[in-house]
């Protein structure tokens, strides 16, 4: 898999692939990630990427041409599966949705800065709006990040054991079960005697109960029949 970033602050996308499972999926080379200063592609005086609203209002723009020049570019280059476009308005980002776009070859992301961006960088280019959720961030580079991560993270070979994408949290629509390591008593609180018996069907079980549990009592929601 590949993943272009086009951003306006390319250092914000710095850290979260320089540790961890991200670092080492790019040095396995399970996915490459590029970063594009949104900045390199204007010919304008001072880098300028964005300009006063048409009709007037508080909060700049990101212009089409400097947008349309990056991702023309790249497409020349290669196809791409998705022009992903993160913004507060977008569709919800959910662990179906990165289920799906984890089976994708070549992904671009833009991140959305300032207002927005004119209109007609949607309707020419963007197939996908993405939210990370109902509130308002200061751009979209830290919801790339957080995409790239629940993506990457479930391409076959990222995680060093190969199930344990498969029994996260939203998976089956359930919360996880509670989880413990050592010591078995910790200021007088003890690990569940079912986890220690050695009988995995019974503690198979037990994780099911719980997990329901948990999720009828933190997120009915997630029980609801769609
Ligand atoms: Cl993708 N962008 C911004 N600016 N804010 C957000 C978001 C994205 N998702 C949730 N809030």
């Not at 850290?15 to 790019?26: G, V, Y």
């Not at 391409?155 to 996260?168: F, K, Q, R, Y």
């Not at 949290?169 to 050695?198: C, H, M, N, W």
């Amino acid at each position: 898999m590949r993943i272009d970033i086009i951003t306006v602050v390319p250092d914000l996308l710095k850290s979260p692939f320089e540790a961890s499972i991200l670092k080492r999926s790019i040095e396995k080379k399970l996915v490459e990630i590029h970063i594009h200063n949104l900045r390199d592609y204007t010919t304008l005086s001072y880098k300028q990427i964005d300009d006063y609203q048409y009709g007037g209002g508080a909060g700049m723009v990101m212009m089409v041409e400097p947008i349309d020049k990056c991702i023309s570019k790249l497409k020349g280059e290669r196809d791409y599966d998705e022009v992903i476009y993160l913004t507060p308005d977008g569709e919800v980002l959910n662990q179906a949705m990165a289920n799906t776009l984890s089976l994708k070859g070549n992904l671009i992301m833009l991140c959305g800065h300032y207002k927005g961006v004119d209109q007609r960088v949607r309707e020419l280019f963007i197939t996908r709006e993405i939210s990370i959720g109902d509130y308002v961030l200061s751009g979209g580079e830290l919801a790339a990040a957080v995409l790239c991560d629940s993506i990457i993270r479930l391409i076959p070979g990222v995680l060093g054991n190969e199930t344990s994408a498969l029994t996260d949290a939203f998976q089956d629509d359930l919360l996880s079960p509670p989880i413990y390591t050592r010591p078995s008593t910790y200021k007088g609180l003890e690990v569940p005697k079912i986890l220690l018996s050695g009988h995995q069907r019974k503690v198979d079980e037990w994780r099911d109960e719980k997990a329901l549990e948990r999720t009828k009592e933190l997120r009915p929601d997630l029980l609801k029949e769609d």
